[in-house]
């Protein structure tokens, strides 16, 4: 009898220690998401504004599209997939008209509505390139999403990938603007927001 209760003892210890050890970890997982919150989930805005278009930048992290995707029920497969994507980045892109126009029209871009739509959908990653501020390393667009909003919001949006970037790294976005013909474009992002 005593050496059952010494094994359940045991037991116990050592279930109770593993248990505020898992505690601790998500203490942490849960102080770091909820810096990143507080101070916001995006970076500063950069506007460059040429031709009665305005070009804005903003760098979103990648913990905001996976906590937006898998919730925070579990926080140790949260942090793991963050982890997984840290040199990662994703920077939103928005065109706005001055006047609210659309600018997928052939007076912006000297293609048919169609084939602007085709151009923001499947070509337009070429036109973009991160550099590294201190490895001078170029990053080239591994994917773009174009957001449709069917004209019901005075702007365009574009959601652009990039990996291979390493987390501590400021970057430069350049933009060769084929689509709307404004040439190269710079945005310094420099407010990189890190987990820690």
């Not at 970037?165 to 013909?181: A, C, K, M, S, V």
Request: glycine content about 4%; overall charge negative; charged content about 30%.
């Amino acid at each position: 009898m005593i050496k059952y209760i010494a094994l359940l003892s045991l037991l116990l210890f050592f279930s109770c220690g593993k248990d505020t050890t898992n505690r601790t970890e998500e203490k942490e997982i849960e102080f770091r998401l909820e810096n990143l919150a507080n101070r916001g989930w995006k970076s500063k805005k950069v506007n460059q504004y040429i031709n009665e278009i305005n070009y804005t930048a903003t760098e979103v992290p990648n913990a905001y599209y996976i906590i937006k995707n898998e919730g925070l029920t579990d926080l140790k497969n949260v942090d793991s997939i963050i982890n997984s994507h840290k040199n990662e980045r994703v920077i939103e892109l928005e065109f706005a008209q001055i006047d609210g126009k659309d600018l997928l029209t052939d007076e912006f871009t000297n293609r048919s509505y169609e084939d602007a739509v085709k151009y923001m959908a499947f070509t337009i990653n070429k036109d973009f390139k991160a550099v590294g501020a201190k490895s001078k390393d170029t990053f080239n667009c591994v994917g773009v999403q174009f957001e449709r909003n069917f004209k019901v919001a005075p702007f365009k949006r574009a959601m652009l990938y990039f990996t291979g970037i390493p987390e501590d790294e400021t970057i430069q976005l350049i933009y060769d603007d084929e689509l709307f013909g404004n040439g190269r474009i710079k945005f310094n992002l420099k407010n990189q927001i890190l987990l820690d």
